[in-house]
């Protein structure tokens, strides 16, 4: 149980280009899920917070304009990256939790290169 | 807010040799405390945690154990083997509010 899927594993896109990011939770509902991006031998940092049903919850620093979420439903959430450049290049990881704050379960990572 | 270190940063051990881990944090409030894997190029994988009100945790090979007073926890692996070989973050959970991460540990169990 609790297994937490991303589409894609990975995808390089030229710059000033859109890309999507599905996570789903395939066999539990999932009120909360979040976004982490994480770069080269660092640790795991969150981006936002999403409800479904709500507005997301972003981080100090990260831009909202840029980095669109939406929670459409209790096991799908979506990250756009919108105008993607060079240094959005990173490791997007999304997960979901168990237990409303506690126990999250992470998907397998999305590896983005922006050329 | 809630700080959370890590410490050591890097760990080489003998296979079947122990590896320990630890991490302090900064928030009495804090009061979920989990420890991921993270195997290259995957998604942190939870592999054990422990609440406030525990001091003590074990399944199988891992143990968990919680200082609170000291605000301080660890993470214990007996028997280490080769693919245990992976990146440790440890996580504090203030109630109500987001994980905040330790930097990592990468540890390596050398055949």
């Known amino acids: 149980g609790a297994v937490v899927s991303q589409h894609p594993s990975w995808v390089i896109c030229k710059s000033g280009t859109s890309v999507k990011i599905e996570c789903r939770s395939l066999d539990f509902q999932a009120t909360t899920m979040f976004w982490y991006r994480q770069f080269p031998k660092q640790s795991l940092m969150l981006m936002a917070t999403?409800?479904?049903?709500?507005?997301?919850?972003?981080e100090q620093g990260v831009e909202k304009d840029k980095f669109l979420i939406n929670h459409a439903s209790l096991t799908l959430s979506t990250l756009t990256v919108t105008s993607a450049h060079p240094e959005d290049s990173s490791f997007y990881i999304c997960?979901?939790?168990?237990?409303?704050?506690?126990?999250?379960?992470f998907g397998p990572g999305t590896r983005l290169t922006v050329l | 807010g809630e700080n959370v270190e890590q410490h050591p940063s890097t760990l080489s051990v003998q296979e079947g040799d122990s590896a320990v881990i630890k991490c302090t944090y900064s928030?009495?409030?804090?009061?979920?405390f989990p420890w991921y894997k993270q195997e290259l190029g995957k998604g942190p994988q939870l592999i054990i945690d422990?609440?406030?009100?525990?001091g003590e945790k074990k399944d199988q090979r891992i143990a968990v154990t919680l200082n609170k007073t000291a605000k301080h926890f660890s993470l214990h692996i007996t028997e280490t083997q080769p693919e245990d070989s992976a990146v440790y973050f440890c996580a504090a959970q203030p109630y109500g509010q987001n994980f905040v991460f330790g930097p990592g540990t990468r540890l390596s169990v050398l055949p």
């Open positions: 422990i609440r406030s009100n525990v």
């Open positions: 928030d009495s409030a804090s009061n979920y």
């Open positions: 999403s409800n479904e049903g709500s507005k997301a919850t972003y």
């Open positions: 997960s979901a939790d168990w237990t409303s704050g506690n126990e999250q379960f």
